[in-house]
């Protein structure tokens, strides 16, 4: 490391902004080697991939609007819930497993 107290401001926007671009490279980098991975993976399997990215470069998930209300809710902890979508929580494969349906814990406000 290098000593920043003897710094100027100026000197020190000049140090943050350079470990800035320096990082932005590294990011890209980084992101190149992981798409190229993935499609050579989707390759290795007859699959394809497209890949989309905003303006920072930043990757983009397509048709997200925002949260999702949750649908169910744990009777044992209302904090936990769950929109339905995506990995079961563990709290409601429990409930499924002892035999009961999911529906049974819906949210009301549905």
Same mark, same amino acid.
């Given at each position: 490391?290098? +000593?920043?107290?003897?710094? =100027? ?8 902004? +350079? *470990? ?24 290795? @399997? ?7 990215? +905003?303006?920072? %470069?930043?990757?983009?998930?397509? %048709?997200?609007?925002?949260?999702? *209300? ?5 009777? *044992?902890?209302? =904090?936990?819930? &769950?929109? %339905? ?5 563990? &709290? ?5 497993? *002892? %035999? ?6 819906? @949210?009301?406000?549905?």
């Amino acid at each position: 490391m290098f +000593d920043l107290e003897n710094k =100027s401001p100026e000197e020190l926007e000049k140090i943050i902004a +350079d *470990a800035q671009a320096q990082l932005l490279e590294k990011e890209k980098s980084i992101r190149k080697e992981k798409i190229a991975q993935i499609k050579e993976l989707a390759t290795a @399997i007859g699959a394809t991939v497209e890949i989309h990215f +905003d303006e920072q %470069g930043k990757s983009r998930r397509g %048709g997200r609007k925002g949260k999702v *209300a949750a649908k169910y809710g744990n009777p *044992a902890n209302p =904090s936990e819930t &769950w929109t %339905g979508r995506g990995v079961t929580p563990k &709290w409601m494969q429990e409930l499924i497993s *002892a %035999g009961h349906s999911k529906e049974k814990f819906k @949210i009301s406000n549905q």
